[in-house]
Structures are given as structure tokens and as C-alpha cells.
């Protein structure tokens, strides 16, 4: 018989372990294993199909899933809401059972609270549907204060938790659950941090080695306990006389343990894995999430050859059935609404610097309330505003309208001014859940007038690419086009690397216009009445290193693109263009959140945008320097800055802001 010191947690409900206390106080572990849908009398794959491949057969075996839940404590008071949606997500998943590693409480402390944590921790848990099983951890037991009792907390553990050490069978494989925080039996002290405390009592190791003997013809065995003792250093050496039970006994899989609040694995050692759990809610620095510093929960799947561990990050899992049509919609239209109305800008002298007011409205464009956060900053710590932190709960069809100070003392348009952003956050909110919206980054614009042109360079200068975020970015407003206005997109590129899909000079969502250089072919698209007219070049047409000028040009009848001079292809574009509100990217594409991408490599001169068709016939001469033009709306010669912001001898003084790497560079020709 296995003896527990205590009757062991009951979960609210079980469909798949029943856990039965004898009279006596055995624990003894009754499985009721799920019917499984297998075909013994008949063929397992059923089709009229003749002449396909056969599928393969998977393998039938009774196979289970069950997680494991790091450290709650340690942390603040709303990791209990971590568990909480850990809970939630372990549920949607479904496992058989779930274990944890200790440090279910706070603990430290005397009976109130201890008792008061206790309540909160199992209230959390009863809403899983499916049994969980606690070990205990040093939060668990230690008491803190006056009146300490020699065993402190392990009374009240082993009343309102379960015994200090025991274990469940479940499907033909054992769960041992071991206990790694006894007092020092010479000194009475408990301190995890000294080796001579983290010894294993005769008791418990006796208990081990019987219970191992109990369980050598399970199939699989599994371990837990707090503290990772294999690990040494401060815990000794006394884990090699468990390790050598566990390895000896043949059966055993793998070890969990906690306490460390980060992820490790330390196995296998003697076919024995050994894993070391972070949080589920404990305190999480975060130092490296991606390397284990993270809330999460590793689930375990079990099979007859052997299991496989994944671990998953609290808020990784998502219930399908929850995202019905109304969600999927609503959510799309509040992301593609989720940009600021300016509807006033300060002024702002570069000489003398200033102050004024940003008016910022926005919309609930959804059927359900959104909370929306907006976050005011600048990279240019110049700025200042006030306040810098916008919220609200934006009922459906609701428009809320913030105020915001920007100030900032003079400093001119060197090469740290920035403009001020903004970045939102939104929340959509069910009726039971909450859908948090991507993060959107908006510039805000300032009124500066027409900027002053900059000195001469020594040289010729044009636009390095790097096909990895380098970019310029001109909002839709500077760039605006009537649908019916005639128009012609040109530039001088050096191309480098253009395998795949390139975007050149783009604002093209399903409309406008746009120059594409992928795989070395060139593509001018227009968007005329509610399909892209386009006229393509092949691929293999451009050679890397070398300077081409390509033009696009549309007259409202017909689509032409020019390379090099000559006439390479035209189709019909009879009707009006279809226009939008993003912006026109120089060296990438635009998606529709206004975001470069598929970005260009190479160098990029002379870019201009004209409210006319300046080309036609088979041939036209161009320049290496592009002279004026009366109808460009935007003319880049890349001859230097104003700030971020290449100048621009256009009419309209464009405003092309540098992303990522992108930077003007002298050329010898």
C-alpha cells in the first residue's frame, strides 16, 4: 500500500482520473481511460477513390496529455490572474491531469494569511476541468513571525493541499511527487540556500525507494518536486542518491522542477530528462523571454515509446470557437480605423522652438466598446507633452477628442530631430473576452513651413538600400492625386540584389500606383476602376550594378513603362484611379497598415512624381540629373537633408522621412 500523511486535493471535477481514499488512508489511482475510435473488423481507410497513394496508418495507442504549471509566487498580487488565464487556456487544451512544481502561496507569513492565500490559489484552480495535483515549495511552508511551530506551514499544507509526498497513477504510469523542503534534521533550519539544509529525510527516501519498487512494471514514471537539487552548487550533492533510485528503478522519465523562475533542461541523464519550469505567475523578470525567462506551461504527451515536452506562453492559446464572424470583422475594422485624427497642429519655429496644441479625435468604428491607450513620445528628447498618456472606453460609434501640449526649445533641423508619435494600443471587448489589436506607431505632423534647402554637396548623392527596412516614407497628404489626374512616376536605379518580390516606388493596397524591380524584371501598375492595369518588363531585364532610368506613366487611357529610354510595354487603363490615404514608400512596398515591406536593394536617384504624362512614343531622352519640371509634384536629386527628411525641389516641398538604415551617400559618377 502507498500511505499518504494526508487525504489528497479533490479537483471540482474529474472525467478521466479517479482518485479513491481507502478507509485506512490509501491512495490508490482508479483510471477511467477515454473509449478510443478504432476499426478492428474492417478496412481503416474508407474512399471510392482508385489509382491515388494510400495514406499511412497512424499507430494506435493509448496515448494521454497532461501540463505542468511553474511557480505562482514570488511575484505581484495579479500573477494570481496569470494562473487565472493559465487555467483558462489548460482547459481549451483538455489534458488528462495537471501537476505543478510548488509555490502555490506567498506564504512567509502566519496562519490569516497564510489561510487567506490558500483560498485564493484553490479557488483559481477549481475552475480546471480536469484533476491537479500540488507539490510543495518553500513560499508553501515557511513561516515568518512569532509562534512559529516546528514543522511551520506543513500542517496546514498537508490539511488544505495533500500530503508532503505521495503518488497517482494515471493510465498505466506512475506521477511521484516529492518533497525538497524538510527542516535540516540536526538544526531544525530550513534554508534553501545551504546544501547542509537540502537533504532528503531517511522517511522520504524510504518511502521513494518503496514506492519505485511498487511502480517497476508501469510504463512510464514521472517526478516532481521544487527545488532542482541536480542542479548543485548551493543545493549539495544529496540528489545522487535520488537520482541513483530513479535511474536504478529503469521506468523513470523524466524530472519537473521550479523555484529558479526561468526555464532549463539538464537532461537526459540515465535515460531520465530533466526540466526546470519558470512561471505561471511567480515574479518574472523577463530577462530573455525567448530563452525561458516567460509565464508558461509545458504540456506532456504521453506515449508508449516515450513522451514529448512543449512549452507554452501564458496567452499562446485561443478558443476557435470564440472567434465567430462578429469578432473576426469587428476586430479587422477597429485595426484598419486605428490612426489618430489630427485635427490641429502646433507650429513650431526651429529658430526660437515653441509650444502648441495637438487636437487628436478617434472613432469607435465597431459595434462594441474598445479601450484604447495612446502613449505621446518622440525620439528627439527635445519634446515634451503633456499629458503623454491618452485613454478611454470608446463606446460603439463613439468619438473621443484629446488635447496634447507639445513643447520644445530651439535646435534647428539637425540630424537628431524627430517628430513627435504617437502609439496605440486597443483593446476590443466582447462580451466576455477582451482582443488586444496589434500596436500602430503614428507620426504626428507639425507645422514647420516650406523647409530651407540645404547646402550643395561636394558630389553627386543618392539613396543607399539595403533590402532589410531601409526606406524613405512620404505621407499619402503631401502626395495627393485627384483619381483622374494624369500622372508620371520616374527615377534612376542601380539595382543589387532583386530576386523575389521588390517594391521600388509603391503606395499600391488594391489601388494607386506603383514600380515593382522583382527578380530583376520591372512592373508599373496603375489602379484604374477596380483592377491593376499593369505593363511589365521580364525579368532578367535589369543588371545588377548598373544605372537604368525607369518611368511609369499613365494618361488616363493607357498604362507605359519606359527603361532605359525606350518603350518596353503598355496596355489599356481606360477610367478613373483608384486612390487611397497611405503613404508613397521609396526603396519597398506598402502594406494596409501603411508599413514598408518587400524592400529593394540598391541605390536610387532622382525620383520624381509628376501631375502630367510626360512620356510618350517609342523613345524619349532623359538625363542623368533630371532637370525641373512644372508639373512635378515631388523631385528628390537626394542633394541632402532638412532633419529626417530628404529635401525635396517639387512644388509642394515633399517631406521624404528615412526609415530603418536608408542614408544619402556620395557617388563618383
Not at 141 to 165: C, D, N, S, T
Not at 266 to 273: F, S
Not at 547 to 557: E, I, Y
Request: proline fraction near 7%; charge should be negative; glycine fraction near 10%.
Amino acid at each position: 500500500m502507498l500511505l499518504p500523511r494526508a487525504t489528497p486535493l479533490m479537483p471540482r471535477r474529474s472525467l478521466r482520473t479517479l482518485l479513491a481514499v481507502s478507509a485506512a488512508g490509501a491512495l490508490a489511482g482508479a483510471a477511467m481511460p477515454l473509449s478510443h475510435a478504432q476499426s478492428t473488423d474492417g478496412p481503416r481507410i474508407l474512399t471510392d477513390r482508385t489509382g491515388a497513394r494510400t495514406p499511412e496508418l497512424t499507430t494506435e495507442e493509448d496515448g494521454f496529455l497532461f501540463a505542468v504549471f511553474g511557480d505562482r509566487t514570488g511575484g505581484p498580487p495579479e500573477g494570481i490572474e496569470v494562473l487565472a488565464e493559465a487555467v483558462a487556456e489548460v482547459n481549451l487544451i483538455d489534458p488528462d491531469l495537471v501537476m505543478t512544481v510548488g509555490d502555490l502561496i506567498n506564504g512567509y507569513n502566519q496562519t490569516p494569511e497564510w489561510m487567506e492565500q490558500m483560498r485564493e490559489y484553490r479557488a483559481t484552480m477549481a475552475a480546471l476541468d480536469c484533476p491537479w495535483y500540488p507539490v510543495a515549495g518553500n513560499h508553501d511552508v515557511y513561516w515568518r513571525g512569532e509562534g512559529r511551530p516546528p514543522e511551520e506551514h506543513e500542517a496546514h499544507y498537508e490539511e488544505h493541499f495533500g500530503p508532503l509526498w505521495y503518488a497517482v497513477e494515471h493510465k498505466g504510469c506512475w506521477f511521484l511527487v516529492l518533497y525538497t523542503d524538510e527542516a535540516n534534521p540536526e538544526t531544525g533550519e530550513r534554508n534553501f540556500n545551504k546544501a547542509e539544509c537540502q537533504r532528503m529525510s531517511e522517511a522520504q527516501l524510504a518511502w521513494l525507494a518503496a514506492t519505485l519498487e511498487r511502480t517497476k512494471d508501469a510504463r512510464h514514471v514521472f517526478a516532481f518536486v521544487h527545488h532542482p537539487r541536480w542542479t548543485g552548487g548551493r543545493y549539495g550533492d544529496d540528489w545522487e542518491k535520488v537520482h541513483g533510485l530513479l535511474a536504478a528503478a529503469g521506468n523513470v522519465r523524466a524530472v519537473f522542477g521550479g523555484h529558479i523562475h526561468h526555464m532549463r533542461y539538464d537532461g537526459p541523464r540515465d535515460g531520465i530528462e530533466y526540466f526546470t519550469l519558470a512561471t505561471v505567475g511567480g515574479h518574472q523578470g523577463g530577462t530573455v523571454p525567448s530563452a525561458g525567462w516567460l509565464h508558461h506551461y509545458e504540456l506532456v504527451h504521453v506515449r508508449d515509446d516515450g513522451i514529448s515536452v512543449t512549452s507554452y506562453p501564458v496567452g499562446s492559446a485561443t478558443d476557435p470557437r470564440a472567434l465567430t464572424d462578429e469578432v473576426v470583422t469587428e476586430t479587422a475594422r477597429v485595426a484598419g480605423a486605428l490612426r489618430f485624427q489630427v485635427a490641429a497642429q502646433p507650429a513650431w519655429d526651429a529658430a526660437r522652438g515653441g509650444a502648441g496644441d495637438f487636437v487628436l479625435r478617434w472613432t469607435n468604428p465597431s459595434t462594441r466598446p474598445v479601450e484604447l491607450v495612446g502613449r505621446v513620445g518622440s525620439r528627439d528628447a527635445r519634446w515634451g507633452f503633456f499629458p503623454d498618456h491618452l485613454q478611454g472606453t470608446l463606446a460603439a460609434g463613439e468619438t473621443a477628442e484629446f488635447t496634447v501640449r507639445a513643447m520644445r526649445g530651439p535646435g534647428g533641423l539637425d540630424g537628431a530631430f524627430a517628430l513627435p508619435e504617437v502609439t496605440l494600443q486597443a483593446d476590443w471587448l466582447a462580451e466576455d473576452a477582451r482582443f488586444a489589436l496589434p500596436l500602430r506607431t503614428q507620426e504626428l505632423p507639425v507645422d514647420l513651413g516650406r523647409l530651407p534647402a540645404p547646402p550643395l554637396p561636394a558630389g553627386e548623392q543618392v539613396l543607399v538600400l539595403d533590402g532589410a527596412g531601409a526606406c524613405a516614407v512620404i505621407p499619402a497628404r503631401q502626395v495627393d492625386l485627384p483619381a483622374g489626374s494624369h500622372l508620371t512616376l520616374e527615377c534612376w536605379y542601380m539595382p543589387g540584389d532583386c530576386a523575389g518580390r521588390r517594391g521600388l516606388l509603391a503606395k499600391t493596397e488594391s489601388s494607386e500606383y506603383g514600380l515593382f524591380v522583382s527578380d530583376f524584371g520591372v512592373d508599373w501598375s496603375v489602379h484604374v476602376d477596380g483592377a491593376y492595369r499593369q505593363a511589365a518588363a521580364p525579368p532578367g531585364t535589369l543588371t545588377r550594378d548598373r544605372w537604368h532610368h525607369l518611368a511609369g506613366v499613365w494618361d488616363g487611357r493607357e498604362v507605359r513603362l519606359y527603361v532605359d529610354g525606350r518603350l518596353a510595354a503598355s496596355a489599356p487603363a481606360l477610367g478613373q484611379r483608384t486612390t487611397n490615404t497611405l503613404p508613397l514608400i521609396l526603396g519597398a512596398d506598402v502594406d494596409r497598415a501603411g508599413n514598408p515591406t518587400s524592400f529593394s536593394t540598391g541605390r536610387l536617384d532622382e525620383v520624381r512624381l509628376s501631375s502630367a504624362a510626360l512620356y510618350s512614343g517609342p523613345r524619349i531622352e532623359v538625363e542623368r540629373r533630371l532637370t525641373p519640371e512644372r508639373d512635378a509634384l515631388m523631385h528628390l536629386h537626394m542633394d541632402g537633408y532638412a532633419g529626417p527628411w530628404i529635401h525635396d525641389s517639387g512644388s509642394r516641398g515633399v517631406r521624404a522621412a528615412l526609415r530603418g538604415a536608408a542614408a544619402l551617400e556620395l557617388i563618383s559618377e
